[in-house]
């Protein structure tokens, strides 16, 4: 009977286990299927954007060649990883995007693993002044990015006056 009785104490836990789990999977696949709702409808969706007049707290960092910059009116920042697929999908467009804007007004914020990391480096630097830090580093912190790829474009005090996680996207 003891036997019985500890089998049956099992199967519940085991069970009530199970349930939890299950109710945790269900509100996740909801989330999803609410961004992917927005996604087939053509919205916009919030990783990777980051909302039009948000203020950006002013920074300095040093690039990879050496020089100390800042973000001012009609910089563009671009935030791209390694570890990134979509990051990699939507650098070609970026950089086509930079190009004509010339360095001196575009930022990217890179970081991940080497040797993808230099790659990544030198194919932004030949449109940009690129920054190298940690994943969730200063600069990332003071802009807010909350995903990436993020791209923006500053207005003369610091917002956000454009953003998407696509070139293609931006609007200014």
Do not use: W
Not at 33 to 40: I, V
Not at 50 to 76: K, M, N, R, W, Y
Not at 151 to 162: E, K, Q, T, W
């Amino acid at each position: 009977m003891v036997i019985l009785t500890i089998a049956v104490v099992l199967v519940g836990a085991v069970v009530l286990l199970d349930l939890v789990v299950t109710l945790g999977l269900v509100k996740r696949l909801r989330s999803h299927a609410e961004l992917l709702n927005k996604l087939a409808k053509g919205q916009p969706m919030d990783a990777g954007a980051l909302p039009v007049g948000t203020p950006i707290a002013p920074f300095t960092a040093t690039t990879t060649d050496g020089l100390e910059v800042s973000p001012s009116g009609g910089t563009v920042l671009g935030f791209f990883s390694t570890r990134c697929d979509t990051c990699a999908e939507s650098l070609p467009g970026f950089l086509t995007y930079a190009e004509p804007l010339g360095r001196e007004r575009v930022l990217a914020i890179a970081h991940g693993d080497e040797p993808a990391l230099a790659e990544l480096v030198e194919r932004l630097s030949k449109v940009a002044q690129v920054v190298i830090e940690e994943e969730d580093g200063a600069i990332t912190r003071a802009v807010g990015v909350r995903g990436l790829p993020t791209i923006a474009v500053l207005d003369d005090n610091l917002r956000v006056v454009s953003s998407g996680f696509q070139a293609g996207q931006l609007t200014a």
